[in-house]
């Protein structure tokens, strides 16, 4: 079934056993009922590839999971008004740098990100869990994790990290999404009204510690670091 309006493209990525997966596949059904429209969630092709191949891919063969990858989830939006992605080409360009050394997915990889309305950043705040070929372990999280935003930041792409335990996680990645669904009238207002309600229980002060995770402090702080290393 063909959509007449865009639909909105929220990419969940970020490093392994970061629970992107479960986000995903959690958001575009709590989405899916609390506003009426037809929602859906492209699972990670690499998973699927190592599976069928019994190996993880070699560098010649990253360039077209990461062109699959995009395409299924360019097939879901012709069909959905919220499409919620379980990574896209830009952790696949993040894994070629990585692994492979090499930069040439990156330009690809943040043009086609481009086309997303949000990102969300998972935090590092899960445990690591191993999980067959795809996983190195813990030790690789927190370069993967930095590649990531200097990717995003670099590109000038916005995003919301995303992080919390349980439920936490999910209503973390809620508030991120909701203010580009504001923007049209859903079928179900649920999602509003309980938004709203919330929003007016809130205290009227706000605090922010001196090493948050907010994307705006971190833009800043890259900012000023790049403009220092510039002035040598």
């Not at 999404?177 to 929003?199: C, K, N, Y």
Request: hydrophobic share 40%.
């Amino acid at each position: 079934m063909q959509t007449t309006d865009p639909a909105w493209i929220f990419a969940v990525v970020g490093a392994e056993s970061t629970g992107k997966s479960t986000l995903a596949e959690t958001l575009a059904e709590r989405l899916a009922g609390d506003t009426g429209w037809r929602s859906t969630w492209i699972p990670e092709v690499l998973r699927e590839w190592c599976e069928r191949e019994g190996r993880t891919p070699a560098a010649h063969e990253q360039a077209g999971i990461a062109a699959e990858q995009a395409r299924r989830i360019e097939e879901a939006a012709r069909a959905h008004r919220i499409v919620v992605c379980d990574t896209t080409p830009l952790m696949t360009a993040v894994y070629h740098r990585h692994i492979f050394d090499d930069r040439s997915l990156d330009a690809p990889a943040i043009a086609w990100q481009r086309r997303c309305t949000l990102t969300l950043l998972t935090a590092l705040d899960l445990p690591w869990q191993a999980d067959g070929l795809q996983r190195d372990g813990p030790h690789v999280r927190e370069p993967v994790d930095a590649a990531v935003r200097e990717m995003l930041i670099g590109a000038d792409l916005p995003f919301v990290v995303v992080g919390g335990l349980g439920k936490a996680r999910l209503e973390a990645a809620v508030d991120a999404v909701a203010p580009h669904l504001r923007q049209a009238d859903a079928p179900v207002p649920g999602l509003f009204s309980r938004l709203a309600e919330r929003d007016a229980a809130q205290p009227e002060w706000r605090w922010v510690c001196e090493t948050c995770d907010s994307p705006d402090c971190e833009h800043a702080s890259l900012r000023l670091k790049n403009a220092l290393l510039q002035r040598g």
